[in-house]
């Protein structure tokens, strides 16, 4: 299950315990070797299913959106998605500093790249801050800047700056009833017409293996979170297709399943996966330059300073 470089049964059961942020601070190290992080296939098939979508008709090599956001992006896994489609900039939040400092080194070494900058969402106008990361090209293979903002993704601080958000694996970390504020915030964040997409994958049958298995890791969560605090919100089978796309239609969004290409077939034929594609009602457009309040910290762990940056 575990690459020997993954965590040993001591770190998981420490994990475990441990609140979702503080957990996810101590696996980050050994995240990317577990099973855990989205299959390069499952990015891939995602990339590939969206690129036709940013841009209908458009020159196939043109990166198709502007700007991406990745929710609970962990160590950066889905930024590479979002670096292949957007021509601008690719944002990644997540609210362990641990995964944030991974995602960081991954993208620019252990001493490069601009500081992790830390939403506020008690103000106005809160986002993340201009970065100093590789250069926006000319659109036609998509190499935006990238940037990490640490914040809490059910206050998600971002309001109309995003054409694509995507999120993987990570919404088993939220309760149905605080999907509402989360859904809420990514259409906050999408400017008209924006996507916001992510795998889901098919029920398994009751008769498999893998249908006892997710049971039984759910019930053993829920009587953790019932004995001992603070809870670890981490459950596979509160997420059906009916409850999401009722959620997402509350939060404003036109849902369709879209099939991806090279999915995994089930035994009875059927694909094992399909692509949510949530779209924000309106017309895709360039946003005029904003000026934006962040809050910026180093990994040093110093007192953060506020200050205002320009974002193109």
């Known amino acids: 299950?575990?690459?020997?470089?993954?965590?040993?049964?001591?770190?998981?059961?420490?994990?475990?315990?441990?609140?979702?942020?503080?957990?996810?601070?101590?696996?980050?190290?050994?995240?990317?070797?577990?099973?855990?992080?989205?299959?390069?296939?499952?990015?891939?098939?995602?990339?590939?299913?969206?690129?036709?979508?940013?841009?209908?008709?458009?020159?196939?090599?043109?990166?198709?959106?502007?700007?991406?956001?990745?929710?609970?992006?962990?160590?950066?896994?889905?930024?590479?998605?979002?670096?292949?489609?957007?021509?601008?900039?690719?944002?990644?939040?997540?609210?362990?500093?641990?995964?944030?400092?991974?995602?960081?080194?991954?993208?620019?070494?252990?001493?490069?790249?601009?500081?992790?900058?830390?939403?506020?969402?008690?103000?106005?106008?809160?986002?993340?801050?201009?970065?100093?990361?590789?250069?926006?090209?000319d659109g036609r293979t998509g190499n935006p800047a990238v940037a990490y903002v640490r914040a809490d993704a059910r206050a998600l601080p971002f309001a109309g700056h995003f054409d694509l958000a995507v999120t993987f694996g990570a919404l088993g970390h939220f309760l149905p009833a605080e999907r509402a504020a989360l859904f809420a915030g990514v259409h906050r964040a999408l400017r008209p017409g924006g996507i916001f997409a992510f795998p889901v994958a098919a029920p398994p049958p009751p008769r498999s293996a893998l249908y006892w298995t997710l049971l039984g890791f759910d019930a053993v969560m829920r009587v953790r979170n019932l004995v001992w605090r603070p809870p670890?919100?981490?459950?596979?089978?509160?997420?059906?297709?009916?409850?999401?796309?009722?959620?997402?239609?509350?939060?404003?969004?036109?849902?369709?399943?879209?099939?991806?290409?090279g999915a995994a077939r089930r035994p009875d034929g059927s694909p094992g996966w399909g692509l949510v594609v949530a779209r924000k009602p309106g017309t895709p457009h360039r946003d005029d330059q904003e000026t934006y309040r962040t809050r910026k910290t180093g990994h040093g762990g110093r007192t953060p300073v506020q200050y205002d940056i320009d974002v193109p």
């Open 232 to 261: 670890f919100v981490m459950y596979y089978r509160t997420l059906s297709l009916g409850t999401v796309r009722a959620d997402l239609r509350a939060a404003g969004f036109a849902m369709e399943l879209v099939p991806v290409r």
């Open 1 to 137: 299950m575990f690459s020997p470089q993954g965590p040993t049964l001591r770190e998981l059961t420490v994990q475990a315990l441990s609140s979702v942020e503080r957990g996810y601070d101590l696996l980050a190290p050994k995240f990317d070797h577990t099973p855990f992080r989205t299959p390069d296939r499952i990015l891939d098939a995602t990339a590939d299913a969206l690129r036709g979508l940013g841009r209908p008709g458009g020159d196939p090599a043109d990166a198709p959106f502007g700007s991406g956001l990745d929710v609970c992006c962990g160590t950066g896994a889905g930024i590479g998605v979002l670096r292949s489609l957007c021509r601008e900039r690719a944002v990644g939040i997540d609210i362990s500093a641990g995964m944030l400092a991974e995602a960081q080194e991954t993208a620019y070494g252990r001493t490069g790249g601009p500081a992790v900058t830390h939403g506020r969402t008690d103000g106005p106008a809160v986002t993340h801050g201009r970065t100093d990361g590789p250069a926006v090209a």
